[in-house]
């Protein structure tokens, strides 16, 4: 290697670092950072919508992270793999977290900043983002009419009629307790999957009884690790209410909701609802 310097005092190293590529460099051959970096296509010259476009695309990214460690996780239950199960849910915990971060560069948007380009992108909505459906699936809230409305994209549809015909992953989860020996009733293990999942009286003793348990005990840290996931989740939900209450208020949504109360509606909805029930029995 050759060390040099610059007339700034700066060490370079060269040789190694500047010797040409062949072609695309071996990071954009792997990263495909400059397709990436070409989809930031802004409607309008609005100075905030390019962080709008881009935040919205980097959740996107956060979903797909997300969708891959739960459905991974779901595979790891069914074999019996808690371990490996933990492992993906630690995983995906940290993606929620960083998902949750990504709010920053839009979270204070005036009315007159978001109107700045609104008119420009139409009827699109998030309401429309597919991966975020995956992820609502995976938590067992399953929408027919949700996969309905991507027939007109065939790829689409067919990965979400796919996840929405699955047990999500709460399913998986109570199916392993079961064989753990946790007496997860048997209408809830036999159920109609593609059902929204709602809170049953059996599973919440089944929480109960975990909680009442050893405190180490490993199905306690799995339950405490889905409570975390239900808490980001709907920390994320309602810090979507306050960005849309301060960037337009209670105008009706793109996609043709009645906007911040549909939301906020949305939102309460809980997530694996008897880990939070269980609490006040313990
Ligand atoms: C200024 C920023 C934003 C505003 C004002 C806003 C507004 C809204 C509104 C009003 C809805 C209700 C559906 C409708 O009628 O359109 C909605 C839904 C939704 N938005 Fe946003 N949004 C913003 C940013 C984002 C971002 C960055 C994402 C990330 C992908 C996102 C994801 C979603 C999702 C997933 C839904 C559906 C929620 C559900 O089904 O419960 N939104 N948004």
Same mark, same amino acid.
């Not at 994209?153 to 067919?158: L, S």
């Given at each position: 290697?050759?060390? +040099?310097?610059?007339?700034?005092? /700066?060490?370079?190293?060269?040789?190694?670092?500047?010797?040409?590529?062949?072609?695309? $460099?071996?990071?954009?051959?792997?990263?495909?950072? +400059?397709?990436?970096?070409?989809?930031?296509?802004?409607?309008?010259?609005?100075?905030?919508?390019? %962080?709008? =476009?881009?935040?919205?695309?980097?959740?996107? =990214?956060?979903?797909?992270?997300?969708?891959?460690?739960?459905?991974?996780?779901?595979?790891?239950?069914?074999?019996?793999?808690?371990?490996?199960?933990?492992?993906?849910?630690?995983?995906?915990?940290?993606?929620?977290?960083?998902?949750?971060?990504?709010?920053?560069?839009?979270?204070?948007?005036?009315?007159?900043?978001?109107? %700045?380009?609104?008119?420009?992108?139409?009827?699109?909505?998030?309401?429309? $983002?597919?991966?975020?459906?995956?992820?609502?699936?995976?938590?067992?809230?399953? $929408? #027919? %009419?949700?996969?309905?409305?991507?027939?007109?994209? #065939?790829? @689409?549809?067919?990965?979400?009629?796919?996840?929405?015909?699955?047990?999500?992953?709460?399913?998986?989860?109570?199916?392993?307790?079961?064989?753990?020996?946790?007496?997860?009733?048997?209408?809830?293990?036999?159920?109609?999957?593609?059902?929204?999942?709602? $809170?049953? #009286?059996?599973?919440?003793?089944?929480?109960?009884?975990?909680?009442?348990?050893?405190?180490?005990?490993?199905?306690?840290?799995?339950?405490?690790?889905?409570?975390?996931?239900?808490?980001? @989740?709907?920390?994320?939900?309602?810090?979507?209410?306050?960005?849309?209450?301060?960037?337009?208020?209670?105008? #009706?949504? +793109?996609?043709?909701?009645?906007?911040?109360?549909?939301?906020?509606?949305?939102?309460?909805?809980?997530?694996?609802?008897?880990?939070? /029930?269980?609490? %006040?029995?313990?």
């Amino acid at each position: 290697m050759n060390h +040099s310097t610059t007339t700034l005092g /700066e060490p370079v190293t060269d040789d190694v670092l500047t010797r040409p590529f062949p072609g695309a $460099s071996p990071y954009d051959t792997y990263v495909h950072a +400059s397709v990436l970096n070409s989809l930031q296509q802004p409607l309008t010259e609005a100075p905030d919508e390019m %962080g709008f =476009l881009v935040t919205t695309q980097v959740m996107e =990214l956060w979903f797909t992270l997300i969708v891959h460690e739960w459905r991974t996780a779901r595979v790891a239950f069914a074999k019996d793999d808690l371990p490996a199960a933990l492992d993906a849910l630690t995983r995906s915990r940290r993606a929620l977290t960083a998902l949750g971060g990504a709010w920053a560069p839009i979270a204070a948007l005036t009315p007159a900043q978001f109107n %700045g380009f609104r008119a420009a992108f139409g009827k699109a909505s998030g309401f429309q $983002s597919a991966m975020y459906r995956h992820m609502e699936f995976l938590l067992g809230d399953k $929408s #027919p %009419g949700l996969v309905r409305a991507h027939r007109g994209d #065939p790829a @689409v549809h067919e990965a979400l009629a796919e996840a929405y015909r699955e047990p999500s992953l709460y399913d998986e989860v109570l199916a392993y307790l079961h064989r753990q020996g946790l007496p997860v009733p048997r209408h809830v293990r036999e159920r109609d999957v593609t059902t929204p999942y709602t $809170s049953d #009286p059996g599973v919440v003793e089944v929480w109960r009884r975990v909680h009442a348990g050893p405190r180490h005990h490993p199905h306690l840290t799995l339950g405490e690790s889905l409570t975390d996931i239900a808490e980001l @989740v709907t920390r994320w939900r309602f810090d979507h209410v306050l960005v849309v209450r301060r960037a337009m208020g209670a105008r #009706p949504g +793109s996609a043709g909701s009645a906007g911040l109360t549909w939301l906020e509606q949305r939102a309460a909805r809980p997530v694996f609802p008897e880990l939070w /029930e269980a609490r %006040g029995d313990v």
